[in-house]
């Protein structure tokens, strides 16, 4: 390996980790405290004396070998004042396994096949959270990977998910886990096919005109199975070292490594990270894991925990992505209902795209799982429909379930309703109501995966997807796509749904009745009536007014015995309005409605 010149090819190559070009590998690495630095692997029989790395500016090292090429092991031999050590990659793009070494990876040697794919309209978006490992197994004590995924998305084609969220696919301990204790930020699971296997899930998704969005994790990384820890041998107070705060902003619920968000080459990691799925990847958007401890040490809004530094860094990468990828999304986790978590970063927000709405799961999940109907209050769903950041209603995503929210001690709707028996009549019928608000309010819609099976239980990394269900729950599945479809006005019926517009027709605390009208422009084919019943009460004659007269469909009742044998199928009938006042608007008509359901109404153009 020659030794560092003004035309060395180094010199010429720029970025980190192990970087393919025509005249071999260049391996840079950031180890300030390092006295000398080489990298070994199967190229050069592991000598640690063979390739011997040049110091450059800022405590970076780098060499090109000739020698090494796609698919070689390696990993650096650091020699430094705390002693010898052989160190992972911290931008290994493929590793043999946590614990494994590095392997180099050539991101040009995939073909794309001059793939192209627009990303749905954000408005349009419905999104499906999956997590790998558990989504499609084939065999028993093994995780799913991308591949037996794949073989899936024709389904949620067909339901008409047209976003799939990816919870962490980065390498972490074993082949079990949620997925949040990366230990190889840069590196695929290598237990869900490595990088390789990840394209080919983006490719097939994008052909089939579903967009992926992936979650990462930048408030902790680990904290086992990680070479980042100590990386060069220097540490303060028993700290991780160059790449963590060594004092007492590292504190996490989850280990003491939170990244220094105040160091250059930390701060460049994490962006770089963020980066590369978008561009060598293509990935459609980001979801950043909880938030609030990147901001701030205890997430507690304490202004003295306020971590400043990992402000700015949010708001340089998603800067930097709503200005080069302005279609691609990111959303936040944070959970604290701010709008400055989806306020620009030029009026000095933090630039999310969109953000996990609090306001919207937490009170419509109590109101659905409460077991009395005395103790359904309309006017906390009424909030929960009409609350929106910034006045935009997209920049929230709204749901019932999620991987937090069916698991550490909660469960999914279903089973939360009914303990140990979601296949009963009340659990299906308000797991129904409750699917039905998430996908005609006003937000960006998310299931979580299993929702549409009807899941028991809680999610475990252990326990995968059942998919006999959904011969078993065909029904219950067909309900959950003809809401996607008309939230997506696949038939042209139903735009209003796509809109940022929401009126609440009526509020009937007494009798748990709720109905709104949504709209985009407004008129035929683009004003959607929906009425819910929270109650398991009949009403066979319930006046409400419409926004406008004339003849009005039924598009779509919940109540429907195609959905579910045990539902009661009281025939709901399309509307010629009266010309009687109501609810303060100019038409009314008089509807019936089946317990714990909802129906919907729009006029053909």
């Known amino acids: 390996m020659q030794q560092l010149e003004e035309d060395s090819t180094q010199e010429k190559v720029a970025g980190m980790g192990a970087i393919c070009h025509s005249e071999g590998v260049c391996f840079r690495v950031w180890a300030p405290h390092a006295e000398s630095v080489s990298v070994v692997g199967t190229f050069n029989d592991w000598n640690d004396s063979a390739d011997v790395l040049t110091r450059e500016e800022n405590g970076h090292w780098a060499g090109n070998s000739e020698k090494a090429k796609a698919g070689d092991e390696y990993k650096y031999f650091l020699k430094t004042p705390f002693g010898d050590f052989y160190r992972n990659d911290p931008y290994a793009l493929k590793v043999t396994s946590s614990i494994g070494n590095g392997v180099i990876y050539d991101h040009a040697s995939f073909d794309w096949e001059n793939r192209e794919f627009n990303m749905p309209s954000w408005n349009e978006l419905v999104i499906y959270e999956m997590h790998i490992g558990t989504f499609n197994v084939k065999e028993e004590g093994k995780p799913g990977n991308f591949y037996t995924a794949m073989e899936r998305l024709p389904y949620l084609q067909e339901l008409g998910i047209n976003a799939v969220e990816i919870m962490p696919a980065f390498e972490f301990p074993g082949g079990l886990s949620w997925g949040y204790n990366p230990s190889h930020p840069f590196a695929i699971e290598s237990d869900y096919g490595g990088p390789e296997a990840f394209k080919e899930f983006i490719k097939t998704a994008h052909d089939l005109g579903i967009a992926v969005i992936l979650d990462v994790v930048y408030n902790h990384f680990g904290p086992s199975d990680l070479d980042l820890w100590q990386f060069d041998g220097w540490q303060e107070n028993e700290g991780g070292g160059i790449y ?99 306020n620009s970063v030029e009026s000095g927000g933090l630039g999310y795209g969109s953000q996990w709405d609090a306001q919207f799961v937490h ?243």
């Open 363 to 605: 009170p419509v999940r109590e109101t659905i799982i409460a077991q009395h109907d005395e103790d359904r209050d309309m006017e906390v769903v009424v909030k929960a429909i009409t609350h929106r950041y910034n006045n935009d209603v997209f920049e929230r995503i709204i749901y019932t379930e999620s991987h937090d929210e069916v698991a550490n001690g909660q469960a999914r709707v279903a089973e939360e309703i009914a303990n140990g028996d979601v296949n009963n009549w009340y659990s299906k019928k308000r797991a129904a109501l409750g699917v039905a608000l998430v996908l005609t309010a006003p937000g960006i819609p998310m299931l979580f995966q299993g929702q549409t099976l009807l899941e028991d239980k809680w999610f475990s990394d252990t326990d995968p997807l059942d998919w006999s269900r959904l011969e078993m729950f065909a029904g219950f599945a067909n309900l959950h796509r003809d809401l996607i479809h008309l939230r997506r006005n696949q038939t042209g019926t139903s735009n209003g749904l796509t809109g940022q517009h929401v009126q609440i027709i009526r509020t009937d605390n007494e009798k748990k009745v709720l109905a709104m009208h949504r709209w985009k422009d407004g008129g035929p084919g683009d004003s959607v009536v929906v009425v819910f019943n929270f109650s398991a009460q009949v009403y066979d004659a319930y006046t409400i007014g419409f926004p406008s007269g004339g003849h009005w469909k039924a598009r779509f009742n919940s109540d429907w015995r195609g959905y579910d044998e045990e539902f009661s199928d009281q025939e709901v009938f399309d509307q010629e309005m009266q010309d009687e006042a109501c609810d303060d608007l100019p038409q009314s008509a008089t509807l019936k409605l089946a317990p714990y359901s909802v129906v919907i109404y729009s006029q053909d153009k």
């Open 244 to 342: 963590f705060y060594n004092d007492w902003r590292s504190e996490t619920p989850w280990g003491n490594t939170r990244p220094d968000y105040g160091r250059g080459e930390v701060r460049q990691y994490i962006h770089d990270n963020a980066i590369m799925w978008l561009e060598e990847y293509r990935v459609d958007g980001l979801r950043m894991d909880m938030v609030p401890y990147i901001r701030n040490v205890k997430a507690d809004g304490n202004p003295g925990n306020d971590i400043e530094e990992g402000l700015s860094l949010i708001q340089w990468i998603n800067g930097e992505i709503k200005s080069k990828y302005p279609h691609k999304i990111t959303i936040a986790e944070d959970m604290h209902s701010l709008n400055s978590i989806t």
